[in-house]
């Protein structure tokens, strides 16, 4: 089966510095990667997806992320992050007819 | 349109207790899911099916019982709650019957204490 691990439970970036979150993935072939973003008490919102093709992906809200098929990884980043980024971001990776989400990685934003 | 709808929006049951939560969408979606939620777990898949009349079970179906009778909806019953089924529990859906690759639209999500 598939599986995802995000490393990082908790990351605080100061308001206009640059993000890097973090995504390593298990599966037996060419996976189809994805981000979601969870605002609090909200559900969960589709950033961007890699299915094949171009290994760096362009997202909403200014994020991309870039898969790197040596590495196992799928790592999300933003040059400038805004306040407004504050919550909480689920990598996941689909195979088998089904969706595994990672545990999630919550950001905070400090002024 | 509505997208993914989910009804209630919070409960509050008591051990043994039965109900069932309701899900519908009005996207014409093939694939519809049901996830749990909980603190430092992510989602984990309850339930899911690929179109009307078709499910099977995911990661952690134990307790839960799914149908879909109509393409619009897919409810999730508890047959009798136990404490450790407290949760936030999200149906989500996506346009073909291999959803599993498809951009996956969620619910509000019904947050559900068992006493």
């Known amino acids: 089966a598939q599986s995802v691990t995000q490393p990082d439970i908790h990351i605080t970036v100061s308001e206009g510095a640059s993000l890097e979150l973090r995504c390593n993935y298990s599966?037996?072939?060419?996976?189809?990667l994805f981000w979601y973003v969870q605002s609090p008490g909200q559900g969960l919102q589709l950033l961007l997806k890699y299915f094949s093709g171009d290994t760096l992906v362009q997202g909403i809200k200014g994020f991309e992320a870039e898969f790197k098929r040596s590495q196992s990884s799928f790592n999300l980043r933003k040059p400038s992050v805004h306040w407004s980024d504050a919550a909480e971001y689920f990598c996941?990776?689909?195979?088998?007819?089904?969706?595994?989400f990672g545990k999630g990685t919550m950001l905070l934003v400090s002024p | 349109n509505a997208g993914v709808t989910q009804t209630p929006k919070f409960q509050v049951l008591k051990t043994g207790q039965s109900m069932t939560l309701q899900c519908a969408q009005d996207m014409n979606h093939e694939y519809m899911s049901w996830y749990r939620q909980d603190p430092g777990m992510g989602l984990r898949l309850i339930h899911y099916?690929?179109?009307?009349?078709?499910?099977d079970q995911g990661e952690v179906p134990n307790g839960y019982n799914v149908s879909r009778s109509t393409t619009e909806d897919f409810p999730l019953r508890l047959l009798s709650a136990a404490p450790s089924q407290t949760s936030v529990y999200f149906c989500?859906?996506?346009?073909?019957?291999?959803?599993?690759?498809?951009?996956?639209?969620f619910g509000p999500g019904t947050r559900l204490t068992v006493l």
């Open positions: 996941a990776v689909s195979g088998y007819s089904t969706l595994t």
């Open positions: 099916s690929v179109g009307a009349g078709i499910t």
């Open positions: 989500a859906s996506s346009e073909t019957g291999s959803g599993h690759t498809d951009t996956q639209y």
């Open positions: 599966y037996g072939a060419t996976p189809y």
